[in-house]
């Protein structure tokens, strides 16, 4: 069974972080990129980060760079997402996913059923 957990979400004030955390199970996690997306009522589903399957690679979203943080750790088949400098326009529920071709395109395969960031003003 193909499982992505997505834990840490909750509610901060502008300008606090928190550190999201993406356990994976039931594939090879070493073969595949991971992504975090986000999407806010209403809105389009934003592609913010991924991370390749070894880590020598690492995308980030222009809202997000210099902010957000993406990692893996491939011996507890984690990946996590550290963000800093919140604003209130980063609510949003949070998501991981996996990809087989390696964040190329952000082609994703699997997917998590997302925590819920909320940042306040």
């Known amino acids: 069974e193909v499982q992505l957990v997505e834990f840490g979400g909750g509610l901060v004030q502008a300008g606090g972080s928190l550190r999201l955390s993406c356990a994976a199970s039931?594939?090879?996690?070493?073969?595949?990129?991971i992504g975090w997306f986000r999407q806010a009522p209403g809105k389009e589903r934003e592609g913010i980060s991924c991370?390749?399957?070894?880590?020598?690679?690492?995308y980030y979203a222009d809202s997000v760079k210099g902010r957000f943080t993406i990692s893996r750790d491939n011996v507890k088949n984690t990946v996590y997402l550290q963000m800093n400098s919140l604003k209130p326009e980063d609510t949003a529920v949070y998501y991981c996913?996996?990809?087989?071709?390696?964040?190329?395109?952000?082609?994703?395969?699997?997917w998590g059923k997302g925590t819920l960031v909320t940042v306040s003003s």
């Open positions: 991370i390749s399957s070894s880590a020598n690679s690492t």
């Open positions: 996913a996996a990809d087989k071709i390696d964040c190329l395109g952000y082609g994703m395969d699997y």
């Open positions: 039931g594939f090879i996690f070493d073969d595949y990129g």
